[in-house]
């Protein structure tokens, strides 16, 4: 029988990690338990993350903002600021699972399981996201991407929580763009996904952009010098045309059982077509 502990706040988690050291976390438990009922995993105990308030919610702290890991995703949803000021996130938090995935599911969980194809993390990457790793005596942040090393890994020690997520005020990115595109509308996980930030010029070219795909490689894929060479391209089939095929050319998908390699290849360049229809 696995027992399952359920701190009341912080000091009794570090408390429980203290003489449970090999204690497995868990907050919504949509991916951990799932895992479990299905046998892939056995821990010797669980801990419960749940009734950790100091983790929950978004706090504006000047220009950035905090998320508590263990803010879900519908609370996330219907927050003011992230429905002003952060619509790649609500896109694609509006798009992962079902409502009562959304109720349990919480924002860490969905880092720390570090799927490629996970919704909230293309969005995090474009917003530049720190994540806040704590432990009884200390506090750390990293870049997302240096946090996630690669499918279900991250750079968690011993003794070590996701916190929250830290991220500055989109500012001057007038267009915030995600979508996932899966089997089916509902429940499905995305074979590829993008989000992108991008302000266009009233010539309509590209004059800012930050562009990130899920789905396409071990982790998010995010390319720096397509972002550079796609500043001052008119936002039009043709002045996308060459960047369409550098991305084709520097995703890294997989065949499996949703999709092939080349579908995903194909699919995540002509994706930065969506983004054509947008104005300044
Ligand atoms: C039916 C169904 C549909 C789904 N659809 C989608 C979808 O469309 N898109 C999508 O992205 N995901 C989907 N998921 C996956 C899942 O719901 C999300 O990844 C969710 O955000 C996980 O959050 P959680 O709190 O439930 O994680 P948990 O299951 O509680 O934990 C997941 C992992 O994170 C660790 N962990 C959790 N919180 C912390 C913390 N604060 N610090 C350190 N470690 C922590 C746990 O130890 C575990 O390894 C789906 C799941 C189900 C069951």
Request: charged share 20%.
């Amino acid at each position: 029988m696995t027992d399952v502990f359920l701190p009341q706040d912080i000091d009794e988690l570090w408390s429980l990690l203290n003489t449970k050291p090999e204690a497995v976390l868990y907050a919504g438990g949509t991916d951990l338990l799932v895992k479990r009922r299905s046998g892939l995993i056995d821990p010797p105990s669980l801990v419960c993350l749940e009734r950790i308030q100091e983790l929950k919610g978004v706090r504006q702290d000047g220009d950035w903002i905090f998320v508590g890991a263990l803010t879900t995703h519908s609370q996330l949803l219907c927050h003011p600021i992230i429905e002003n000021d952060y619509q790649v996130l609500s896109q694609a938090v509006a798009v992962l699972g079902s409502p009562p995935v959304r109720n349990m599911g919480t924002i860490g969980g969905n880092i720390v399981t570090a799927s490629p194809a996970g919704d909230t993390l293309a969005p995090w990457y474009v917003l530049d996201a720190e994540i806040e790793i704590r432990s009884e005596s200390t506090s750390r942040r990293v870049p997302i991407s240096s946090f996630i090393l690669g499918p279900g890994q991250v750079d968690l020690r011993r003794g070590e929580i996701l916190a929250g997520v830290w991220t500055k005020r989109p500012q001057g990115f007038h267009i915030r763009h995600y979508e996932k595109v899966g089997r089916r509308n509902a429940l499905a996980c995305a074979v590829v996904s993008m989000a992108a930030l991008m302000n266009i010029s009233a010539d309509n070219a590209i004059s800012e952009i930050r562009v990130a795909w899920g789905s396409v490689g071990p982790t998010i894929m995010r390319f720096r010098e397509i972002e550079s060479f796609l500043v001052g391209r008119p936002l039009t089939p043709r002045g996308l045309g060459d960047a369409i095929l550098q991305v084709q050319q520097s995703v890294i998908p997989i065949d499996d059982i949703r999709a092939s390699a080349n579908y995903r290849r194909e699919v995540a360049g002509k994706l930065l077509l969506r983004l054509i229809g947008y104005t300044s």
